[in-house]
């Protein structure tokens, strides 16, 4: 799940306003700590 979610997240913040971006590390961050 994590790598997917990291193999995904250059296109996703491309892809993103500013406020997603935000959101989408700040979901990173706790898939991260979850680990």
């Known amino acids: 799940m994590l790598s ?3 193999r ?3 296109n996703r ?3 993103s306003s ?3 971006r ?3 590390i700040q979901n990173v ?3 991260l700590s979850n680990e």
């Open 13 to 15: 913040v491309q892809t």
């Open 22 to 24: 935000q959101a989408i």
């Open 18 to 20: 500013k406020r997603e």
């Open 29 to 31: 961050i706790d898939v």
């Open 4 to 6: 997917k979610a990291l």
């Open 8 to 10: 995904d997240l250059p």
